[in-house]
């Protein structure tokens, strides 16, 4: 055993939350504090991140003031419990991604806070875009379909290479982090142009084209609104080098699927590494299960194990924030104008 081997943790490090939206003022009013309620099915985890802070459980009826809303696939039921209890005040939402309760969010916003998991799962959701990034740089998508030793060599390092990171949220930020042993030069694009930090380069997205045509790699890190569906199209792609390659693990609207399809056969780019596709489930048989240029996971770049504990710590925040009603504390706050 070695000397320092006792300085060493005896438990996992475990995932942590990226916040980039501390202390920022509340879209609205701060909320009025009252009962939780944990919907549309209760975890014993969720309940346990309200109470630990002090907060109240309570079932759904006239005394409820806050809604923990765990089923980001049920944008109906959430409607039916703001339509049938208007004293709700505070919602908080499963994902970083809210495009689903979008309208929700634009009907509600002007009296309810939403709070989102933004920043949540950051860490595991940048290790799989890392790991998506190397794999599709080292043509893995073509080495994992093979049946026979080739020997035609290919694969490129990801050491010294452009980046263009298309937001610039928690995810984004730890991507930033993951990526800097490999000395590659990052531009962010992102609708502020605000400069991020560990980035060489900061543009708005109305500069998107011009940052592509040197681009390696094209990392899509971004919410999805209705301003930025199909963000990177048929022109993006003629754009980009033919040796590029695409990861998207944000939102599949958030790229021209039919355009990529296009880019990918015609060799335009050379790979796309995809958690997310548009449609989504992408449906057996669609040509980008048989695109030798085409890397994909069915949406998990996180997984309930990894999920559930860091949802409940931003449960906990936010509940803690909720009992202060002053307005303060508040994370993965939504702006309804934004959308995210």
Known sequence: MSEDSTDRPTTPRGHRAVVTDAGRPLPVAPPAPGAVTVL????????????????????????????VWLDAHDPDGLASVL???????????????????????????????????????????????????????????????TTTWTREPEGVSLYGRHVVLIGAGGIALEYLRLVQPF?????????????????????????????LPDADVVVVAAAMTSGTAKLLGERQFALLPDTARIVNIAR???????????????????????????????????????????????????????????????VQANVEAFLRADGTGFVGVVDPEAGY
């Open 183 to 211: 000395d590659v030069r990052v531009t962010v694009v992102r609708r502020s142009p605000e400069p991020v930090p560990g980035a060489d380069r900061t543009v708005t997205t109305d500069h998107l084209d011009e940052v």
């Open 40 to 67: 549309p099915r209760s975890t014993q985890v969720h309940e346990d991140a309200v109470t630990a802070v002090g907060g109240t459980l309570g079932p759904l009826d006239d005394d409820t003031r806050g809604v």
């Open 83 to 145: 339509d049938g209890h208007p004293a709700v005040s505070w919602v908080q939402l499963p994902f970083a991604g809210v495009d689903s309760f979008a309208h929700l969010i634009a009907a509600h916003g002007d009296r309810v806070l939403f709070t989102s998991a933004k920043g949540a799962y950051a860490e595991p959701v940048a290790e799989h875009a890392l790991a998506l990034t190397l794999a599709s740089l080292r043509v893995l998508q073509k080495r994992a379909r």
């Open 252 to 314: 599949g609207g958030l790229i021209d699927t039919d355009a990529l399809v296009a880019a990918l056969r015609s060799g335009a780019i050379a790979a796309a590494a995809l958690d997310v596709t548009d449609p989504e489930p992408l449906p057996d048989g669609h040509p980008l299960w048989d695109e030798p240029g085409a890397l994909i996971t069915p949406h998990q770049a996180d997984t309930p194990d990894m999920v559930a504990p860091l949802l409940a710590e931003r």
